[in-house]
């Protein structure tokens, strides 16, 4: 069993921040890539920033120069650092894990989802 358990989300101004955390745990042997997606009222989720686990990233346009990603891999977590927010990154948050179990299984995870509003 695998569990990834977001935080962070909320209500924030527009231009302020946020910060999303995701912790992985159970029964993992090791984790690939990491992300986080998001998904607006009546849009389809999309990815917003994934990592490897040798730290290369990847953002949405959307969100370059705004948002961070990075992990800590002895923790197993992800994170989000979200800064100048706008009223269009209002969505929910999921977190993303390709893990390779103990039982040598892999596949991607979720986690489930984190609200994050931000009011104009």
């Known amino acids: 069993q695998v569990q990834l358990v977001e935080s962070g989300g909320g209500l924030v101004q527009a231009g302020g921040s946020l910060r999303l955390s995701c912790a992985a745990s159970?029964?993992?042997?090791?984790?690939?890539?990491m992300g986080w997606y998001r998904q607006a009222p009546g849009k389809q989720r999309e990815l917003v920033a994934a990592?490897?686990?040798?730290?290369?990233?990847n953002y949405a346009d959307s969100v370059k120069g705004r948002f961070t990603i990075s992990r800590d891999n002895a923790k197993n977590t992800v994170y989000l650092q979200m800064n100048s927010l706008k009223p269009e990154d209002t969505a929910v948050y999921y977190c993303?894990?390709?893990?390779?179990?103990?039982?040598?299984?892999?596949?991607?995870?979720w986690g489930q989802g984190t609200q994050v509003t931000v009011s104009s």
């Open positions: 993303n894990a390709n893990i390779r179990r103990l039982s040598g299984r892999t596949g991607d995870n």
């Open positions: 159970g029964s993992i042997f090791s984790i690939n890539a």
């Open positions: 990592i490897t686990s040798g730290g290369s990233t």
